[in-house]
């Protein structure tokens, strides 16, 4: 079925950089915009950033700019989050979420079940 | 970038009552706005998008209207599997933004 798995999580000290992935199935992955989403605990739904379907637009939240990377491998299904001088409020469920085929805006119709980073000393 | 504010934070109603929730945009978004719904420990999941599409498999009780800044999700008569968060987020441009969420509690 149609799914996205995330991957990577894990606990890293201020500073540090980890590396998450989404993995997709069930769907023809290299036509779609991902996304990533993230969720401090206790705390609403903040947009982290997005990549087309060929890698050659993405943007991203402020709050990430210059610190967190995003890219991906269509021949391998997978998009990848590198996020790099980790803080604290980085700390969060990180999901990834499918966007439509064409570039410009469209809602996020499917998503992962997350992956969980703490950023703590 | 556009803010998105919705109303109220915290609801609580019954089951078979009619709830509505608004959301407001900052600037025009025309009908770029959907609408999701998350459960403790769970990934949010659509319910409407372009503002008062229905998506697929989501049952029929739940609806969205509105258009430029002000939308609203009513849900006709409120079942058991209802009480959950629900975010309204435009997708008008980037970046995207989230409503800061909705509790919808049992009374």
């Known amino acids: 079925q149609v799914q996205l798995v995330e991957s990577g999580g894990g606990v890293v000290q201020p500073g540090e950089s980890l590396r998450l992935s989404c993995a997709g199935a069930?769907?023809?992955?290299?036509?779609?915009?991902i996304h990533w989403v993230r969720q401090a605990p206790g705390k609403g739904l903040e947009w982290v950033a997005v990549?087309?379907?060929?890698?050659?637009?993405?943007f991203y939240a402020d709050s990430v700019k210059g610190r967190l990377t995003v890219s991906r491998d269509n021949s391998k299904n997978t998009v990848s989050l590198q996020m790099s001088w980790l803080r604290p409020e980085d700390t969060a469920v990180y999901y990834c979420?499918?966007?439509?085929?064409?570039w410009g805006t469209g809602y996020m119709d499917v998503w992962g079940k997350g992956t969980p980073v703490i950023v703590s000393s | 970038d556009i803010q998105m504010t919705q109303s109220p934070s915290t609801l609580s109603a019954s089951v078979q009552d009619r709830v509505t929730i608004t959301c407001r945009a900052s600037?025009?978004?025309?009908?770029?706005l959907a609408w999701y719904q998350q459960k403790p420990g769970k990934a949010p999941k659509v319910l409407i998008y372009?503002?008062?599409s229905l998506e697929s498999g989501v049952p029929s009780r739940f609806s969205g209207s509105g258009s430029g800044t002000d939308f609203t999700l009513t849900i006709s008569s409120l079942q058991p599997d209802d009480f959950a968060t629900y975010y309204c987020?435009?997708?008008?441009?980037?970046?995207?933004?989230f409503g800061q969420g909705t509790k919808l509690e049992l009374k």
């Open positions: 987020q435009q997708y008008n441009n980037y970046p995207f933004t």
């Open positions: 600037q025009d978004i025309q009908d770029w």
């Open positions: 372009k503002a008062s």
């Open positions: 979420a499918r966007g439509p085929i064409t």
């Open positions: 990549i087309s379907h060929d890698s050659r637009n993405h």
């Open positions: 069930g769907f023809t992955f290299q036509r779609h915009i």
